[in-house]
């Protein structure tokens, strides 16, 4: 499996990066093999902290920069992007995300609650809470799309009408999926 190797040199540390075609490619394999092989992973392997690495954006999106995203691309380094799933009230199939965003001095932070379909390796999110921080300190926050009012129609929601990411590739050290909007992205574990 040559793509774990291209996938792993990607996500650890140092200017020595495989090319992005090659890394979208590596994803397309891993993609492909967990289809065929109908590989299931279960929610408690997502726990934790994990660092956006590498997109693609979605097809849409490919289609309107006219190749200019080319196969994807990696992160800047001071584009910060995690995304943090928790379990909640002992779960095995619900939770909260946690998306930060953080440029220089100011994060952004978007969280709200999630649900896991096992059968498909599909984790759909909302987020209905909005908080920005400068140096760490909180200056703003808000509830959107009625908060933790909107929590009971998450749960009952079908899938379809939901953002997801379908992950195809979970391991100790990185996680892939594919987004609702077709594109790939990559993301790699933060120990702390």
Do not use: C
């Amino acid at each position: 499996m040559e793509y774990l190797e291209i996938l792993a040199s990607a996500t650890q540390g140092g200017n020595k990066k495989p090319p992005s075609e090659l890394l979208h490619q590596a994803l397309l394999n891993a993609e492909k093999e967990n289809r065929q092989q109908k590989i299931k992973y279960n929610f408690a392997q997502l726990w934790g902290d994990w660092r956006l690495t590498f997109i693609t954006g979605t097809k849409s999106s490919q289609q309107k920069m006219g190749g200019l995203l080319g196969k994807g691309f990696y992160l800047p380094p001071l584009a910060k992007i995690t995304i943090s799933y928790l379990p909640e009230n002992n779960s095995s199939l619900q939770g909260r995300v946690i998306n930060k965003v953080s440029v220089g001095l100011i994060t952004f932070i978007v969280s709200g609650p999630i649900k896991y379909i096992e059968k498909k390796n599909i984790l759909a999110f909302d987020f209905n809470h909005l908080s920005m921080a400068i140096l760490g300190t909180q200056v703003y926050q808000q509830d959107i799309r009625n908060g933790v009012k909107s929590e009971p129609d998450f749960y009952n929601n079908n899938i379809s009408k939901q953002a997801f990411f379908s992950y195809f590739l979970v391991t100790e050290k990185f996680i892939a999926a594919r987004g609702r909007g077709g594109g790939l992205a990559l993301w790699k574990k933060i120990n702390k």
